[in-house]
């Protein structure tokens, strides 16, 4: 018999253990035990040379022709080796949710889902995880989809500023959800405990399985560190070159008679957005300006600020020693602008709020009988139901309710009249229809007090909106300042010329105390003018044309001479300071 064209004549095939290769090839195939599982359906395919497979050394092979044989890259190993080798471990993310089932056959294991009992065939060659990551990601029911691939990216949005943010992809990680927990807890001024709660942990378990909730003690280690990195980051920015600082001060005695002081700090970063941070809130032995000037002091040195450009507090005689104290001090750091001669800035709102307070001393009697009214309304639910019955009955829309004011707050005192005359209807009823209303101490309001009120809201108006403007802290407000009070220069005199008595000695009180603490031009800080002529729509010969209009000529002339010189010390001031400016300026 001839050979086919795929046998050589006259050659041996080789043999194994007495047999020859071809016969143990044969037979088993036939069993079934060499067939090579399905590849991978993800698995790339490769094409291998298998010419000499099955020759033993030295031995000729019996088909000299390449033979290509399907193989899977992603084993990477040689089949005959495979029961050599230690079995391994599972690590795809999908049995994090999957069990093998120890009942199911070792030539066709299966695995079951955790969450809801799904049984898929996982033979690592046969099958891989596919099918089970699909179950996951597509059709359990009880599988957060949040929770899956813990290296797959998510697109968020990520607010950096008010205002602003950029989309970001983010994985899960779990350092990182610390910090922001404990930021959460910082800015909404919860509780250390809060991070404890059953409703709280129930959430975060739906939100994200993954995260391990820390206790309260961990939380306030993260609260703790993240106050440090914050603080630190605060005080390279305050070390930059020409980075000047506004501070505003604060002091008070608490209900238990404890003396507070609150320190906050205004500047401007790098993007020229203004920034206010409270870099020191504590206790003070008392209210004595040199204790204030030495912990001001201490706080500066700990926070490695060098320059502050003003310091305003309000009128209080101590915290005029307190400037002097830190003017002398900061002298010897030989780093403030012009030698702290502008340091001292009093709080205007504090002022106005002084001001006004003196005016409402004449319409007195009014304002307690409405107050007084408010007070009887506001005493008990049952009386508030009455009222908003009385609030039906006379059609008034408002939504609002009365409110009482805190006295030493003028501007509140501003709001409790402003409701109270939307309500002066309800209030007639009242008074008509409750006895002890009607019989109360002290009388209630009549038609000549809401008149009062009614007339004198549209002068006090003009205050509020002034406090309100100038109060403002997220804001740049110094160049509101001197537009705002010669505003209220123009009402004292249009108000003190007034025919109505009662608002002519009200102007003139109000006069008297505005001029006490403004009417000496010497008491001005120059900087209010500065920061006019620094606004190109009004610039210095606006800042001269008002003066002016405001005072006569020779105290007009006075400021405008020294406008202008102050102007041109801070223009050399920031020359000397930035290197090379004074260079360009001379070219």
Sequence with gaps: MQPTSNEVPNERTPEVGGENVESVVRSSTDSGALTKPPPHPRSKKRKVDMTNVGATSGATPTNPAPSNVDTDEEDGKDEANEGNRKPSRPISWTWEHFTKDPKSKPSHPRAKCNLCGASYACDSHRNGTTNMRYHLLNQCKKFSRDSGDPSQTILTFQQKREGEGVYNAVTFDAEMCRKTLARMIIVDELPFKFVEGEGFRFYMSIVQPRFPLPGRITVAKDCWNLYISEKNRLKTMFKQPNQSVCLTTDCWTSVQNLNYMCLTAHYIDHDWKLQKRIINFCLIKNHKGETIGRKIERCLLGWEISRVFTITVDNASSNDTAISYLRTRM?????????????????????????????????????????NAIRYVRASPSHMNRFKNFIKEARIQDKCTVQLDVPTKWNSTYTMLESGL???KAFKRLGERDTEYALMQGGIPRNIDWDNTKHFMEFLKIFHDVTKSVSGSLLVTSSQ???????????????????????????????????????????????IFVAVVLDPRYKLKFVNFSFEKLYDKDDADFLGAKVKETFSKMFDCYVSANNGVDHLLQQ
Excluded: T
């Design 481 to 527: 300042y001197f537009h705002e009070f010669c505003k209220i220069l123009r009402v004292f005199k249009a108000s003190c010329d007034s025919r109505d008595p009662l608002l002519g000695s009200m102007a003139e009180r109000m006069k008297l105390k505005y001029d006490k603490y403004w009417g000496n031009i010497k008491n001005i800080n120059m900087m």
């Design 422 to 424: 939307k309500f002066q």
């Design 331 to 371: 002298e010897d750091w030989n780093l403030h602008h012009l030698k702290g001669e502008h340091l001292h800035v009093r709080y205007c709102a504090h002022i106005l709020n002084l001001v006004v307070n003196d005016g409402l001393k004449e319409m007195h009697e009014s304002i307690s009988k409405i107050r």
